[in-house]
């Protein structure tokens, strides 16, 4: 009898405790709380609760937990192109759930299986779409238009969504070999292109800078010759051939062909000039301008496409350079460690002696 009157506090205790609960929101999710009544009633949504964090010890009160931090999706593919070839990749899409959203994901979303549910075949359509406008060798081009496409697109449809998509990839596209061929040409072709490119930027340039260097002489003759006076020319002259009178190994016979009977050589100081037109000094003008816009632009870098060659050697020294280059050494004129040799005779000296006979 005394058994059966504890009978009723004993179930009540039980019940009690297995009522109670301690909910727990782990780091970087967010948990939807909610009551479920012990007897009757229907669930009900209490709040969200960010972790990591926990409601305390409560009564009849659960969790689901939604994962809310940026995680990359992988989608595989393998599709026909533009150009009805099968072309295979992947697509890696990363996506972050808005902070607060956890009762939206949890009652429209699907809860923790969100991305599977409400996401993962929408995402597939949308690149099937994009890829399939495109031929085989522009999505292996152009893959940076494809991606900024899909990505435009897929944040377009879950704009105003818990749904962030913060970037789109494509990788490990494959193709068959005669496309893999045709891109290899493509390419090649591309970098020709480039390389003519750069060829006619420097031949531009340098064309132009010999241009101004011809304008640059032509102006300084122009100068010259408006300046330039007989009497000084004259003058010029006599210096030269005061300075070659100093030389040891010159005979320089004067005669006076000089009209005032000088007795100097006379120097040549007439003749017809060009004299040039506005218009010619125009045309210079505008030569000038023109071709100082070029020069000015920036020096092409290295040939595209092309390996770093070694440095040329230096050309053999021309013109005033093979003058001012020190010349090939020459024989000696008494070398003491051949005894046979003899050495040259002296030009327009008189020929030695012979040795008497049986002198050597």
């Not at 058994?3 to 609960?21: E, K, M, N, Q, R």
């Not at 009564?59 to 989608?75: G, I, P, Q």
């Not at 031949?203 to 032509?218: F, H, P, Q």
């Not at 050697?313 to 004129?333: L, M």
């Amino acid at each position: 009898m005394r058994a059966t009157a504890f009978l009723p506090l004993a179930i009540g205790l039980l019940a009690g405790t297995a009522g109670c609960t301690n909910p727990d929101v782990e780091q970087g999710h967010e948990g939807y709380i909610y009551y479920v009544p012990l007897w009757f009633g229907s669930m009900e949504f209490r709040e969200g609760l960010r972790g990591p964090a926990s409601t305390g010890v409560s009564w009849r009160l659960f969790t689901e937990n939604v994962d809310m931090r940026a995680k990359s999706y992988k989608e595989d593919f393998q599709l026909l192109t533009h150009d009805n070839l099968k072309v295979s990749f992947e697509v890696n899409t990363r996506i972050e759930l808005r902070d607060g959203s956890v009762k939206e994901i949890v009652e429209e979303w699907g809860g923790a299986r969100w991305y599977e549910w409400n996401v993962k075949e929408q995402l597939r359509t949308i690149v099937r779409e994009q890829v399939t406008r495109f031929s085989a060798t522009d999505i292996q081009l152009e893959t940076p238009k494809v991606r900024q496409l899909i990505e435009e697109k897929l944040r377009a449809r879950f704009k105003d969504t818990p749904i962030s998509v913060q970037s789109v990839d494509i990788g490990q596209i494959q193709f068959p070999k005669e496309v893999a061929d045709a891109i290899s040409r493509k390419i090649a072709k591309k970098q020709e292109l480039e390389r003519q490119e750069f060829v006619l930027a420097k031949t531009r340039k340098e064309a132009a800078i010999r241009v101004l260097e011809a304008l640059k002489m032509a102006k300084q003759q122009r100068i010259i010759s408006s300046t330039l006076d007989p009497l000084f020319l004259q003058q010029r002259a006599v210096q030269v051939y005061k300075t070659l009178g100093h030389a040891s190994n010159r005979t320089i016979i004067m005669l006076p062909q000089s009209a005032e009977g000088t007795g100097l050589p006379l120097v040549q100081t007439h003749g017809k000039r060009k004299v040039q037109t506005p218009e010619d000094e125009q045309l210079l003008e505008d030569m000038e301008k023109r071709y100082m816009h070029v020069a000015k632009e920036p020096a092409p870098s290295t040939e595209p496409g092309a390996p770093a060659s070694a440095p040329a050697p230096a050309p053999a020294p021309t013109g005033t350079d093979a003058a001012a280059a020190p010349a090939a050494p020459a024989a000696p004129a008494a070398p003491t460690s051949a005894p046979n040799a003899r050495p040259p005779a002296a030009p327009a000296a008189p020929a030695p002696a012979k040795p008497a006979p049986g002198k050597r």
